[in-house]
């Protein structure tokens, strides 16, 4: 499954990760690979939860990035 991930910086340079798909699906780390690392864990846990209690589990999300010329 696809899950998009949104990566931001916070002012003290955490990088912050968050699926917006699944809520409060949130993790960190020090760098864009550490945080990427740690939101596939936490995306994991959080499917694996789903299906523990028998919730559905969101569909993938398909994306296309659209480069415009201005």
Same mark, same amino acid.
């Given at each position: 499954?696809?899950?998009?991930?949104i /990566?931001?910086?916070?002012e003290? $340079? &955490?990088?912050?990760? !968050?699926?917006? #798909?699944l809520? $409060?699906? /949130? #993790?960190q $780390?020090?760098n864009? @690979? !550490?945080a990427? !690392?740690?939101?596939?864990?936490a995306?994991?846990g *959080?499917?694996?939860s789903?299906?523990?209690?028998? @919730?559905?589990?969101?569909? #993938?999300? *398909? !994306? @296309? &990035?659209? @480069? &415009?010329?201005?």
């Open positions: 499954m696809k899950f998009r991930v /990566i931001t910086q916070d003290d $340079g &955490v990088f912050i990760a !968050e699926c917006p #798909s809520p $409060g699906c /949130i #993790s $780390g020090k864009r @690979e !550490e990427l !690392e740690n939101i596939n864990d995306i994991k *959080y499917l694996e789903l299906k523990k209690h028998n @919730e559905p589990i969101p569909p #993938s999300i *398909y !994306e @296309e &990035v659209i @480069e &415009v010329n201005i």
